[in-house]
Nanobody
Framework: QVQLVESGGGLVQPGGSLRLSCVAS????????MAWYRQSPGKQRELVAA???????NYADSVKGRFTISRDNAKNTVALQMNSLEPEDTAVYYC????????WGQGTQVTVSS
């Protein structure tokens, strides 16, 4: 069983930045593909960014060039640096760990508004 705890969400003005973090329990963190998803009201949950066990990354087209995903296997942590935030980025952001099965965090709210 893996527990994921996200932090770093909040209210930010358009053009601002936030850094989300997700800490995972357990000893097999390096084996997991880690990802960030988001969901806004009335919409399906969508992939934002993912990073594989070997460090390969992929991003949704809507965040390319603005968001950066990274992982620290020594600290069981995955982070999402979000720059140039737009109102359309407003959503609940979820951390996901995938290996033998999927695990989800509880989510953290990101609101981009002036």
């Amino acid at each position: 069983q893996v527990q994921l705890v996200e932090s770093g969400g909040g209210l930010v003005q358009p053009g601002g930045s936030l850094r989300l973090s997700c800490v995972a329990s357990g000893s097999s963190f390096r084996m997991y593909t880690m990802a960030w998803y988001r969901q806004s009201p009335g919409k399906q949950r969508e992939l934002v960014a993912a990073i594989g066990s070997g460090g390969t990354t992929n991003y949704a087209d809507s965040v390319k060039g603005r968001f950066t995903i990274s992982r620290d296997n020594a600290k069981n942590t995955v982070a999402l640096q979000m720059n140039s935030l737009e109102p359309e980025d407003t959503a609940v952001y979820y951390c996901k760990a995938a290996w033998l099965r999927n695990y989800w965090g509880q989510g953290t709210q990101v609101t981009v508004s002036s």
